[in-house]
C-alpha cells in the first residue's frame, strides 16, 4: 500500500443504547467510559492491576507490565495462576457450583448436553489426569483435531489445567495442514473423534488424523472420542478412546499453579507468505483480557444466556465460547453443526429453546440469513435477546440492518467488535450500554487500547483518511511472539514502525467526523473468505504443487455471501489442456491440501500472468477482472500489455 486509502463513507445513521439497557449496563454513561479510559491509557499498569484483582492468583504479581524488552511482553510477571482454575474451581465455592456452564447442542436432532459448573470441573480434572497418564506435562503441545462437542472444551480446560499447550486445529482442514501444524509445534499427543457432524454427513476427522501421523513422529498417542459412530481404525497401542481413559481417572486433579506467562496456547492462522503463523498466547494476560471485554462488552449477568457460534477452531471459539464466558462464571452455548441443519431455522430454534440473551455471530452467516429468508427467523420467539454481536470482517450496513431488525427485533444493541487472533481479545467495539452505533462502524477502542490510524511515515490522520490501523501500547492479552519465530514475529508486527514502537494490525482504517472507527479490511496478501483468514500465498503453493499446474496467482474477489471469494488464475504446463475437469481437479487438490475453505470460487486460466518488469505479479489487475471490473490506473509498470487483453477476452 503506498497511499493513504481511499475511503468512501456515507453512513449517517446512529442508534443510541435504549435507556433500559443502559441503566443496567456494567458500563453506562459515555463519560464513565472516557474516564474509565483515559485512566486506562494514562496508567496501564494500575488499571490492569484492578481488574486483575478480580480473578484468583496462587500468588499475586511483582510487577503489572513489563515492556522493557519490547515487542516482548510480560504481563502480571512474577505472578501465579491458572486460567482453569478461574474458569472453574473459582465458581465451585459458590451457588455457581450448579449454574449450567456450557449447555450443548448437537446437530443431530434431540442431542442435548448440560454440564455444570461443577459436571465440567469434575470432567476436566479427570481428563487432566488422563494426560499425565499419556505422558503430558507442563509445557508440552497437544493438538485438538475435534468437532463442537463438549469434550473439546474440556480438553482445553484439561492441558490449561496442568500447564500443557493447547494447538486447536480447526476440524475443516486436512491431513497436510494438519502435519504442518503438528511439526511445528513438536507435538506430543492428538486428541480427536470418530468424526463430527456437519449438515447431515460425518467429517471423518480420525480418518484425517491416520493420514496426517503417517508423517509426524513426535506423535507418541492418539484420544479419540465416540461421536459419530463410524468405523474407524485404532492403531494398537497408540490410540485410545476417550471413554476407557475417563472410565479409569481419578477426579481430583489440583490445578497447577502456573506462571503468568506460561504457555496456554498456540493457534495458526495465516500471515502474508505461505506459512501459517504460530500465534503465542500465554496465560494471565489472556485470562484477564478475556474477561474484562466478556465482562463488558457482551455485559453478561449472571442470568444471561450467552451464545456465540464461532467454531473453537478459530480464536473467537477460544476467547469467547470458552475462556471468557467460564471466566465470567457464565453460561455458554456451544452449536455442534450448521446453520441449515436440518433446516434453514435452526440457529432460531436454538435461541428459542434455551431463550438465549446474548448472540454473537459472524457477517458472512448474517448474510447467509438475509438470502434464505426473513420466514426462519420469524417463526420463532427471539423476545428473549437483548444484545448482539457481529465479528470476523466489516458488516456490511445491509447486514446491519437486517440483523438489528429483523433478529434484533430493533431493540438490541449490537456490539461490532474488531480483534484478531493475535490480540486475543476484542479491541475495538462500542459497548452496547454506552455506544450509539453506526451501521458498519466498530465504533471505538476498548479500555486499555490505544489506537491510532497512520499514515506510512506513522502520522495521525485526520477525518475520512484511511491509513494503517497501529497499536501504541502493548496490552495483556496480545500474543507473545509467533511460535518459534521471535523474528518473523518481530518483522510482521513491529517492523514497520519500529521506530515508535507500535504494532501494525495489518488492517486498514479510517475515523470519521464523530471519531467513529471504521475498519477498511486487510492491507496485505490476506483474504477473508467467511470471515476466516486465508493466505493467497498458500493457495499458490497448493495449486503449484499440482502436477499440471506451473504458475499460479491467487486475488480475492466480493462474494454476496462469504465476503471474499479466492479467485485463481493458473498457467497450465505442456501436455496439459485447459478444460474443466482440470479446473475441478486443481479445485478438489486445494480442498484437500488446505481444507474447503480454501478451495477456489473461480479459477481463470491464461498462457501467462501480468507482471511488472520485475517480474512482480501484479495483483491489483488480477483483482478486477475477478470482480469483473473494468481496470482502471496505471498501467505503465506492466510488462505485456496482451496479457491483460487476453485474460479479459477469455472471460467473454
Ligand atoms: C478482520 C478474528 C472488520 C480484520 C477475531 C482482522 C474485522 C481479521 C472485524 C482478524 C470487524 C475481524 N470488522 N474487520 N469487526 N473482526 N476483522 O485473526 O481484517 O481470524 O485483521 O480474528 O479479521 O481475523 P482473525
Redesign the pocket.
Known amino acids: 500500500m503506498s497511499g493513504n486509502i481511499e475511503s468512501v463513507l456515507n453512513e449517517t445513521r446512529k442508534f443510541p443504547p435504549p435507556e433500559a439497557f443502559s441503566k443496567k449496563a456494567s458500563i453506562s454513561s459515555w463519560a464513565q467510559y472516557q474516564a474509565l479510559h483515559a485512566e486506562s491509557i494514562k496508567n496501564p499498569e494500575k488499571f490492569w492491576g484492578e481488574v486483575a484483582e478480580d480473578l484468583h492468583w496462587f500468588k499475586k504479581w511483582d510487577r503489572v507490565r513489563n515492556w522493557d524488552n519490547a515487542p516482548f511482553a510480560k504481563w502480571f510477571e512474577g505472578g501465579k495462576t491458572n486460567i482453569s482454575y478461574n474458569c472453574l474451581d473459582r465458581h465451585l465455592d459458590s451457588w455457581r457450583k450448579n449454574k449450567a456452564a456450557i449447555i450443548w447442542e448437537g446437530e443431530p436432532e434431540g442431542d442435548r448436553k448440560v454440564l455444570t459448573y461443577l459436571e465440567l470441573h469434575r470432567q476436566v480434572c479427570k481428563f487432566a489426569n488422563v494426560l499425565k497418564a499419556q505422558g503430558i506435562g507442563s509445557g508440552d503441545s497437544v493438538a485438538l483435531y475435534m468437532p463442537m462437542i463438549p469434550e473439546l472444551a474440556i480438553a482445553m480446560l484439561a492441558c490449561a489445567r496442568i500447564g500443557a499447550v493447547h494447538s486447536i486445529i480447526f476440524g475443516g482442514f486436512s491431513a497436510p495442514a494438519l502435519v504442518d501444524r503438528i511439526h511445528d509445534a513438536s507435538t506430543k499427543l492428538v486428541i480427536t473423534a470418530d468424526g463430527g457432524f456437519r449438515r447431515g454427513s460425518v467429517l471423518k476427522l480420525k480418518e484425517t488424523v491416520d493420514e496426517a501421523l503417517k508423517s509426524c513422529p513426535t506423535v507418541k498417542s492418539a484420544v479419540v472420542v465416540k461421536r459419530s459412530g463410524n468405523a474407524v481404525t485404532m492403531a494398537e497401542g497408540r490410540d485410545f478412546w476417550w471413554d476407557d481413559l475417563m472410565a479409569k481417572a481419578d477426579a481430583v486433579c489440583p490445578a497447577a499453579e502456573l506462571d503468568s506467562e506460561h504457555p496456554l496456547y498456540i493457534l495458526y492462522?495465516s500471515g502474508s507468505t505461505g506459512k501459517p503463523k504460530g500465534i503465542l498466547h500465554t496465560t494471565g494476560g489472556y485470562m484477564v483480557g478475556t474477561y474484562l471485554t466478556t465482562k463488558h462488552i457482551f455485559d453478561i449477568k449472571e442470568e444471561d444466556t450467552y451464545w456465540c457460534t464461532a467454531d473453537i477452531g478459530?480464536?473467537?471459539g477460544h476467547s469467547y465460547v470458552v475462556y471468557g464466558p467460564l471466566a465470567n462464571g457464565a453460561t455458554t452455548v456451544m452449536y455442534e453443526g450448521a446453520p441449515n441443519a436440518p433446516a434453514n431455522d435452526r440457529f432460531w430454534e436454538i435461541i428459542e429453546r434455551y431463550k438465549v440473551n446474548i448472540f454473537y455471530t459472524a457477517p458472512t452467516a448474517i448474510r447467509s440469513f438475509m438470502k434464505w429468508g426473513d420466514e426462519h427467523p420469524r417463526k420463532h420467539d427471539l423476545s428473549s435477546l437483548r444484545l448482539l454481536g457481529?465479528?470476523?470482517?466489516?458488516?456490511n450496513p445491509e447486514a446491519w440492518m437486517w440483523y438489528h431488525e429483523v433478529i434484533g427485533g430493533k431493540r438490541c444493541p449490537i456490539v461490532?467488535?474488531?480483534?484478531?487472533?493475535?490480540t486475543g481479545a476484542i479491541m475495538i467495539s462500542p459497548l452496547p450500554g454506552v455506544t450509539p452505533t453506526k451501521p458498519g462502524s466498530?465504533t471505538f477502542p476498548f479500555l486499555g487500547v490505544d489506537v491510532a490510524i497512520v499514515n506510512e511515515k506513522g502520522e495521525e490522520l485526520g477525518v475520512n483518511q484511511g491509513g494503517f490501523l497501529v497499536i501504541k501500547q502493548p496490552w495483556p492479552s496480545m500474543l507473545r511472539t509467533l511460535y518459534g519465530a521471535d523474528d518473523r514475529y518481530k518483522d510482521v508486527y513491529w517492523s514497520r514502525f519500529a521506530r515508535q514502537g507500535w504494532y501494525l494490525?495489518?488492517?486498514g482504517a479510517v475515523r470519521d467526523a464523530d471519531g467513529y472507527i471504521w475498519?477498511l479490511?486487510?492491507i496485505d496478501d490476506v483474504l477473508?473468505v467467511s470471515g476466516?483468514?486465508l493466505s493467497t500465498m498458500e493457495v499458490e503453493s497448493a495449486l503449484v504443487a499440482h502436477e499440471a499446474v506451473v504458475e499460479a496467482a491467487v486475488v480475492g474477489f466480493k462474494h454476496d455471501v462469504k465476503g471474499e471469494g479466492v479467485a485463481a488464475f493458473v498457467t497450465l504446463g505442456r501436455g496439459h489442456e485447459k478444460s474443466p475437469k482440470v479446473s475441478d481437479a486443481l479445485k478438489a487438490h486445494v480442498r484437500n491440501m488446505i481444507g474447503p475453505l480454501a478451495m477456489p470460487d473461480q479459477i481463470h486460466f491464461t498462457d501467462s500472468l501480468p507482471k511488472t518488469r520485475s517480474g512482480k505479479i501484479m495483483r491489483r489487475f488480477l483483482r478486477d477482472v475477478a470482480n469483473g471490473v473494468e481496470t482502471k490506473g496505471d498501467m505503465s509498470t506492466l510488462e505485456d500489455l496482451n496479457v491483460l487483453a487476453k485474460l479479459r477476452a477469455d472471460e467473454e
Open positions: 492462522t478459530w480464536v473467537t457481529s465479528v470476523g470482517e466489516p458488516i461490532d467488535t474488531w480483534w484478531q487472533t493475535e466498530a494490525a495489518g488492517d475498519i479490511g486487510r477473508n476466516h483468514r
